[in-house]
């Protein structure tokens, strides 16, 4: 292949995220025949570990959570020579000579157009210093030979952000820093750029004079499992809409950019984020819903509330479930609400995007000819089910004129032959390209943190009487059905 050779440096080498999603994207990439045909893999941890332990532990990883099942072995084989280790203490300058040393070798043998990319699979409050580090120990490289890619969460509000920008920036050009972002990786994620600017059909009728409301609906069963810990400082707000759901925002309301490339399509990106109208304190209450989980059954089996799961407070105001009904406050989308719901240990896991267009400007069937009177819809199903569904009213066979409302389905499975590849895939490919498309840049990373900023501090600052007020299993709270029912609308699931 014609890549540049790489070097990965995974921080977090022994962590969750590199067994259940790096190393088998990695793997995947290389039986795919994406990886470059010189690369290296370098994870590194606090825990000692020999070469030969640590591709055994991931061996076991990619074997577990691979989309493609059980490695082949021969192929297992060569790709686990290029795995390695080093343990890693920040504070310890030996280590980080011992890491430099490391990627020198390699730089050596690779040759000239060798590529570091420093993957930051960490916790964020480790996000600063090894970024110092690489600095300090003259790691950083140059624009074309060195990339740094950093997890969720990008900050824990619009100052840490801020603050994590600024170091960053001193010590990295922004087109060194890929900022992740999981959803936009995700393979129905990317083709709503597809949908929108590579048809004629749908952009005419995208905007206010056709389309109602817009729903952005990202709902999950499972509970927060044993990420208490980490959730108890989060909550929905700012583990799914600040991030996922206002990109998916984004996607759904950006102009049209005039060529496929990063920057444009991040400045429409951005620019959609500025153009959301900010909430005044008083108006939280009316456009802002939290939730949190009560115990309950799924699947016959009991369930535990929120809290009473491990690493949370017995009292705590955490919530685990967020609605928001914003507005786009330019040409195209002016008064249109888009309302957005996640939640966790909800009825369903679904992610969904459903475009109500308007009714029609006069009915000529009467009610009982209507049998079921439905607006068009336009649903964009992310995921379990990859789908685009439009909804249109239709004669129903027969003898009588009675209408009812059909899909048109376009269903990924049936349509494609091939499994969508994982959205880390994607986005590890993309890093070796250096491509920043599918990449948080900081500014859109600024301005989604503005945006809630306002509600979280609402919700800190005065505790929710209610909590918690939704059962497992269930939709979530009933105010949530409150915002929505208020404007005349329901909260739409997939038929
Ligand atoms: C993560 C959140 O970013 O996204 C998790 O931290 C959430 O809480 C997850 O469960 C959802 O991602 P996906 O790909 O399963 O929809």
Redesign the pocket.
């Known amino acids: 292949s014609k890549l540049n050779p790489t070097i990965f440096v995974i921080f977090g080498g022994t962590g969750d995220l590199n067994k259940r999603k790096l190393a088998p994207a990695l793997y995947n990439l290389y039986t795919e025949g994406y990886m470059p045909s010189k690369f290296a893999i370098i994870g590194t941890g606090r825990t000692a570990f020999t070469d030969e332990k640590y591709q055994k532990e991931l061996l076991h990883s990619v074997n577990e959570f691979s989309r493609n099942g059980k490695v082949k072995k021969d192929k297992w084989d060569v790709f686990s020579q290029s795995i390695h280790y080093c343990t890693i203490d920040i504070k310890s300058q030996q280590t980080f000579e011992n890491l430099k040393g490391e990627i020198e070798k390699y730089q050596a043998d690779f040759g000239e157009n060798t590529q570091v990319i420093f993957y930051l699979a960490v916790a964020p409050n480790l996000f600063p210093l090894i970024a110092q580090c690489l600095h300090q120990y003259k790691l950083t490289g140059n624009e074309e030979n060195c990339r740094i890619v950093i997890e969720?969460p990008f900050g824990h509000d619009l100052e840490s952000a801020k603050e994590l920008n600024l170091l960053l920036s001193g010590i990295f050009t922004e087109k060194q820093i890929y900022r992740i972002d999981?959803y936009l990786g995700k393979e129905t994620v990317q083709n709503m750029m597809a949908f929108r600017f590579a048809n004629s059909l749908f952009e005419p009728l995208w905007n206010r004079t056709y389309i109602e409301h817009i729903q952005i609906s990202?709902t999950?069963q499972?509970g927060v499992g044993d990420r208490g810990g980490y959730y108890e400082g989060a909550g929905a707000l700012r583990?799914?809409i600040q991030n996922?759901l206002l990109q998916l925002l984004c996607l759904v309301g950006m102009e049209a950019p005039i060529s496929f490339n990063a920057d444009e399509i991040r400045d429409r990106k951005v620019e959609v984020l500025r153009a959301v109208r900010p909430f005044k304190p008083e108006e939280i209450s009316s456009h802002a819903v939290r939730g949190q989980y009560s115990k309950g059954w799924v699947e016959g089996k009991e369930v535990p509330g929120y809290r009473s799961e491990n690493g949370v407070d017995a009292h705590s105001n955490t919530e685990t479930f967020a609605a928001v009904k914003f507005f786009i406050d330019n040409w195209r989308w002016q008064g249109i609400p888009f309302y957005l719901r996640t939640g966790k240990r909800m009825n369903q896991t679904s992610?969904i995007i459903t475009i109500q267009f308007k009714d029609v400007p006069h009915h000529i069937f009467s009610n009982n000819v209507a049998e079921t009177w439905q607006q068009n819809r336009l649903i964009i199903s992310i995921?379990p089910e990859a789908s685009i569904r439009l909804q249109v009213q239709s004669k129903r066979p027969g003898l009588d004129m009675v209408l009812n409302p059909v899909d048109m389905v376009f269903n990924y499975k049936g349509t494609y032959e091939n499994d969508s590849p994982e959205?880390y895939e994607t986005l590890l490919l993309d890093a070796i390209l250096g491509d920043q498309t599918l990449f948080m840049r900081g500014d859109q990373v600024e301005a989604a943190w503005e945006l809630v900023m306002p509600i979280i501090h609402t919700w800190e600052n005065k505790k929710s009487l209610s909590f918690p007020n939704y059962a497992a299993d269930s939709w979530g709270p009933e105010e949530a059905e409150a915002l929505i029912a208020r404007d005349g609308y329901h909260w739409f699931t997939l038929p």
Do not use: I
């Open positions: 969720k999981h990202v999950e499972l583990d799914m996922h992610s995921q959205a």
